[in-house]
């Protein structure tokens, strides 16, 4: 329970903070000011913490381990999905989701091990964030949160729910449950090696690099892959 | 971080779609596209050197296989916005040659990541006499989700050309022209230009 009371209220004092830093700007950043300095207080933590464990990780973990931790991760989310599928009326894509957590869970050692996938079962993507903007609630302001990353008011509502309601949450060890927390965020922050290297050679400004990709990226998902054609601002 | 794993992604797309030094003057886009990009993953598997990640290799490969299938004016002049008429030709040269620059340093450095996918092609829809289409393909790695990859493409008088890469939903242009309108509003054109060729020095020196 305090985890949850913890993230919450992280999330609530970021917000907060940013809004007295308001400033007249872009209408989807009106926090740019403070949301740099997040950017700016990330950028160590992120290089000489979060980013070097990632690489550890990556480097000498045992392929199985890493493997076992993503599947672990993705069968929650694969859960998270069904329910947002159900949702949105995608009754097809939600039953592919439950279909794969049923199997998963069941014959893959709780999640560990993707059967489903070996079985051609297709992953979906949904989340609550896509689920708010397919019922039609704007993105709201965009935030960055170190050692978290790009979000809105709206897709960062739908990660705490996530967080929140997670079965990890259900796990009676809290060290166990810390460790699962831990190794998730580390495999988190592995999948995107790759990408903060490339993000640095070839942008002039990372921070507006960043924002556009990740607002492009999530009105992509929202419309299934098919966004209405983008107007040309300022 | 679901941004983040796109953006690699960017790089397949700028490699797969380029151009054999012969021009196709009548060659279909998506047929383009699918040489283009089966030529440089042939080059790739075949070529030691490349694999090893020699710079100057991966450079020559880029130059004569890839960019000539893009048209460059385009994609500064949609990178630019409306600020592309505010400059002046000479500015108008520059920025292409430093935006190309940029461009190339970014995505040599990845050539050699991606061997080991598969690359399937998708029907094309457009109308026979259509002068603007997207190719969409979709990029296969080992344990991991797909990822879409569509080619904005235009017919000019050299065949159809590239001037957009959308990497799961993520436009190159729309990404720039964020940064570009940025600099040029702290800036104007010369500071944008400034910018991209302090990041251009930048690069070589590493």
Redesign the interface.
Known sequence: MTTRAHTVVALGIAVLLSACASTPGRPYDPFEASNRVMYAINDPLDRYFAKPIAQAWVDYMPDVVQ?AVRNYVNNIDDLFSGVNGLLQGKLDKAGNDFGRVLINSGFGLAGLIDIASDAGIP?G?EDFGQTFGYWGIPQGPYLFIPLW??TTVRDGTGSIMRLVWSPTTEIPDVAVRNVIYGLGAID??A??L???S??E?????PY???????L??????VYD?K?PP?K?E? | ????????R??VGLLCAAAAAVAFAQEAPDAMVKRVSQDVMATIRSDPRLQAGDPQRIREVIETKLLPNFDFERITALAM??NWRQATPAQQKELIEQFRA??V??YS??LT?YKDQTISFKALRAEAAATEVTVRTEVVRQ?Q?PV?IDYGMIKTAGGWKVYDVIV????LV??Y???????IRSGGVDGLIK??QE?NKG?VAK
Not at chain 1, 201 to 205: E, F, I, R, V
Not at chain 1, 208 to 214: A, E, I, K, P, Q
């Open positions: 493997m992953r993507n990353g790009p988190l922050r999948g995107a790759e990408a903060t490339l993000i050679q070839a942008s002039l400004d507006t690099f960043v924002r556009r990709s990740y492009q990226r999530r009105e992509y998902q892959g966004p983008e040309d300022d | 971080m679901h941004y983040a794993y796109w953006l690699p960017a790089i916005g409306r940029l461009l340093r970014t450095g990845a990541q344990g989700s879409p799961g939903g993520i436009s729309t990404n022209r964020d940064e570009f309108n940025e600099q910018a991209l990041k690069a």
